[in-house]
């Protein structure tokens, strides 16, 4: 017996794991499917997929190559990001797409850069994420950003003083949340600053805080997880004021959570499905025709076939992915990340061009408001740190 | 107080001993003495609180009240205090109140020099018998954790292993030395469990039943053998039996223990005439 | 006794071969590859889990803090190996921390180690008068303590609160295309030292303790002493895993230090036999291989031509994997070692029963 | 003050109900068993998991019993399929099971619900809000510390009057004994799961209608504070365990009303070091003597 394992211990770790055929591009796309963030991440690979049934070939040197999509989940967790990581890499992707999420993606980062395999933000906001890895491109705008515009439209709801809640742990809320408390308190507003641990159920202490501080407004970027026990709680408790939060917050668990209740949500994200630019109206129709065609697809998206922002730009990410291996006009990894930089293109989400440090010079935001009555979204303005 | 003189040459010496559990008395007013080079034998019927007594003196249970002396030094010293105050059943609190407290713990106790095995047999299940008794040798040790890492006690770990060896060639059980404690029969594991305790260098030994179980020639062996290792390692001896020939045989002295109280004491044949220690042994017959 | 040598011998052998190997098998197949970081994590894992068999399986102990002195010691060795340069952009919320200088890897896996042992002394203090399940549940707790501590926005310029710790000198960049070697060379002396200690008159006296605290105690071993030092040699060697862990992930977070963390060490720790330290070897590789490599392919919806493979889903793997783990628990509670080492095996004390048998 | 402090009182209290119902379990088995039952937070999750599928195609009237029935159900397998081969075994091996049963119902939890939140379905007469004094909350939140004391009460004489109840005090004095006196002694932990599972599905009712995305690892930190809760009662004693999840409930709450809110979950284990430390029997437990 125990010989045995030992043996198949050895034979196993002797395989060498390289494979690949020719005229196949490979492109990773590292995605959580589970956990805090599964749902936001579901609906980043649909809009990858989506580009993919468009584009589903790329000409390098004159051959035509399939792309073939390489999906790992990162479960939304640092620690699995990495070997998830490992995993794309050993599998010999040429590039890498994603992560929702900045934890999993700086975590990621690290790997993509040893590989030397480029990879491409999609959602992942925090300034970190490229700015500490040289191989990590990203299309969508920032932390810092963010954090400004959702202060600014705060401040135009009238509200003086903020109750700002964060999940302990977790470095987008919280990083978020700081950029937010710096503009907000720039803006002459006060705030209240608290956290809540992670598997927190009870939330009725939190909104309590925020009413007793006499605060008129919530901002509380995090998981959707707990972003629908916050409105839920919050409209138990009959509070007055909007809650406010990031981009993902921009999901059908929040419509769910809010729907049919007394409660304004307002969150910032990176694309409107009524933007009446032909590229989005065409991007929209066609992914919604897209879906209907496959309840899978459907119910991965959350049941309906609500465009979320994170598809689009899902979509734009792949399109910059054949961009840049158009560019390298090679599937080797170097070539395609010593592309990269000079890559233009103009997206769904708006035009995609990349600063000294990899990040999308992009400088609108959507605001969207969560319609209890609809249950679905209302697009209330586009707002830059500008106004 | 006069308990508290020593007279001379005892090694071990209990005062108004009483053990309470609660509201049970265990033991009541327990006073005796172990004098150097003796077999003292300690008897009674079952659940007289002979074992409790055991326990009192090696730091398992602190008594309610009395003392302990081992070498003329007080080991275990108490009187009732907290709620005990009031549940007190046994007798002499007063006499203790003024002394303060002195709690051993069973570790100390065997440091001191006295060694113990147990009614139920309790063996390091997992270890050889020779790393039982190896482990006995533990205690005496002079090198800490890190010098016993790295391996710079050598010598001292030679002596131990030798030390281990010559003890089970003493108790005659070198050829079981690389078998399961627990895997010996039963003779040989009340052997090993005084080699065990041998290791720890005591000038007292406990003995708690030690011929439990045995037919009436191992016994007679067993009997050789405390006084063949009582000489060879000049040791005094405290043993719990019920083994009255063994008994008998081999003590100088006896005590007998009944509901907690001493209702006797004296030589072999003056215990044996005794009639209370009858009626007490006869009591029991009837149950 | 002869016997014994010879077979110390092989094992070294073995040992020697299987280093060679990894090197090997590095520089053959690159250091991404995903055999290479089986070897890395499997050799961290296996720190690890023999730092907690000392415990739970040579002193009977039932602690599961582990992941919380992994937290310390890896927390440790970041905060004092991140370049300086580096420092403003990863405390980019606390304008640069207040650790305002840089030591060497070497000294910092040894203060990782320290600083966990050092907190294992103060929480050992009260902890360790509970037994069994209490000492679980309250050194469980005291992990979550530490975690929650370290989060803390307040100390967040020591720790960096919530945000991860990057930048800091990970396996790639100590000995590049080397780090296997690395790795094992880290472990190996650890885990050798832990084995010296198991074998000298103090690991026995562990094991005394395991097998009936009241006759070690009649043999005079003080329970508390060889407790807490069984708890602190643990733990500092949980901290320098912790250390090693990190480097291996290259980005750090507290919140991936949870209690689930340390289920896994221990489940680890039972598949390869409570009480055998080659048996936490094998079994960490088997169970990083699995989760990280082999059973990968369950978690991907696959197609064989249009029909699709059932059962495959994100999630699964972990489903096979419990189920595996709950068999070794209920049917081969021995483990793969029970509680004997790779070279006692086919010595004559065949019937010893492990801690987690009879 | 009261007016502010008001509604953190309410919240604590109900949280603390639904904690006690989950506590109830672990006090039971740990009485006779000794056994922390590390898979209760599970069992009280899939009971979460339950309610939302059975909603979701059978009318409430149905679907309440039947999630009762099968959380019993899950808690009765558990407990023949892991712990009863065990019994002889050392407490550690146990303990191991029940993590591993833990880890293996987590796991699945997650791989059928893709880890993602479900949304909790609306039970009428819980969901609904109402008005106290300053607080607006749930109905649930008055329901539940009604709700618990009369299961606490209805438990405590079913423990004391019933010829099982009679079993299980004396299997939980002593284990050997009570077996020589011809009880059956799987029987009766058999009834103490039964009992413990049906507690915690009637909780996660309470505690989802309050609280309503349901994870795999929703259960995890109810779990572990419900068990410091029976702890800190005094494990064994049910009245003990409600009191001690009422004031678990109401301290955290008043804790994070005070700021302290990155500690809220670390003062319970703080909570029950403490006891541990200086009354292990907690308040209502007996104290028990081991033989040498």
Known sequence: MKKLIALVLAVMMLVPAFAMADNVIKIGVFEPSTGDNGAGGKQEILGIEYANSLAPTVTIGGEDYTVELVIEDNQSLTDKAISAAQSLVSKNVSVVLGSYGSGVSMAGGDVFAEAGVPAIGVSCTNPNVTLLCDYYWRICFLDPFQGTVMANFAKELGASKAYVLTMLGEDYGVGLGKYFVDAFKNLGGEVVEENFTEGTSDFAAYINNAVSNGCDVVFAPCATTYAALIIDQAAAQGVTFPLLAGDTWENSAILNAAKGKDIKVYCSTFFDENDDAAAAAEFVSGFKAWLNADEGKKTNNGGNDIVAAVSALGFDAYNVALAAVKAADSADPAAIAAALPGVTYEGVTGAIAFDDVGDAKKDMAYIKYANPETGAFDFVKTQSVGQ | MSEVKTSGNNVLRLTDITMQFGGVVAINNLSLEVNTGEIVALIGPNGAGKTTAFNCITGVYEPTNGAVYFHGKPIAVNHPQGKMIKQYGGINADKYKDQKAVVYTPDKITHMGIARTFQNIRLFKSQTAFENVLIGTHLRRTSNFLTATFRLNMKEEKAMREKASQLLEEVGLSDVANELATSLPYGKQRRLEIARALATDPTLLLLDEPAAGMNPQETDELGEFIVDIKNKFNLTVFMIEHHMNLVMDISDRIYVLDFGKQIAEGTPDEIQKNPVVIAAYLGVDEE | MKKGNKRLIISLIVVALFYAGGCLIEHLSGTTSMVVTVLQKGAVYALIAVSMNLLNGFTGLFSLGQAGFMLVGAYSYAILTIPMAKRAAVYQYYNGGWVQFTIGVLPALLIAGVVAALFAALIGLPVLRLKGDYLAIATLGFAEIIRAIVQWDTIGPLTNGSNLLKTYPTLKNIMPGNTVLFTFIVVGICIGMILLLINSTYGRSFKAIRDDEVAAEAMGINLFHHKQMAFVISSFFAGIGGALLAMYQGSLQANSFKSAMTYEILLIVVIGGMGSVSGSIIASFLFIACSEWWLRFLDAETMIGDFKVPLLAPGFRMVVFAVVIMVVVLFFRKGIMGDRELWELGSRRKAKGGASVK | ?292
């Open chain 4, 1 to 292: 003050m009261f007016e502010t402090l008001l509604p953190y009182l309410l919240a604590g209290i109900s949280v603390g109900g639904q904690y006690a119902l989950i506590a109830v379990g672990y006090t039971l088995v740990y009485g006779i068993l000794r056994l922390i039952n590390f898979a209760h937070g599970d069992i009280f999750t899939a009971a979460g998991f339950f309610m939302i599928y059975l909603m979701a195609s059978l009318p409430i009237g149905l679907s309440i019993p039947l999630v009762i029935v099968l959380t019993v159900l899950l808690g009765f397998t558990v407990e023949r399929v892991a712990y009863k081969p065990l019994r002889t075994a050392p407490r550690m091996s146990i303990m191991i099971s029940a993590i591993g049963v833990s880890y293996l119902l987590q796991n699945l939890m997650w791989y059928i619900t893709g880890g993602l939140a479900k949304q909790y379905p609306v039970l009428p007469g819980l969901s609904e809000t109402i008005q106290i004094g300053s607080a607006t909350t749930k109905l649930v939140t008055v329901v539940t510390p009604v709700l618990t004391v009369l299961l606490v009460i209805a438990l405590v004489l079913l423990i004391k009057r019933t010829k099982i109840g009679m079993a299980m005090r004396a299997v939980s004095v002593d284990f050997e004994t009570s077996q020589l006196m011809g009880i059956k002694i799987n029987n009766v932990i058999s009834v103490t799961f039964i009992i413990g599972s049906a507690m915690a599905a009637i909780g996660s009712m309470l505690y989802f209608s309050n609280y309503t995305a349901v994870t795999p690892t929703v259960g995890a930190m109810p779990g572990l504070k419900a068990f410091v809760a029976a702890v800190f009662g005094g494990i064994g004693s049910i009245p003990g365990a409600m009191i001690g999840a009422l004031i678990i409930g109401i301290c955290e709450n008043l804790i994070k009303a005070a700021g302290w809110t990155a500690f809220s979950d670390a003062f319970t284990f703080a909570l029950l070091i403490v006891v541990l430390l200086f009354r292990p029997t907690g308040l209502f437990g007996e104290k028990t003597t081991d033989k040498v």
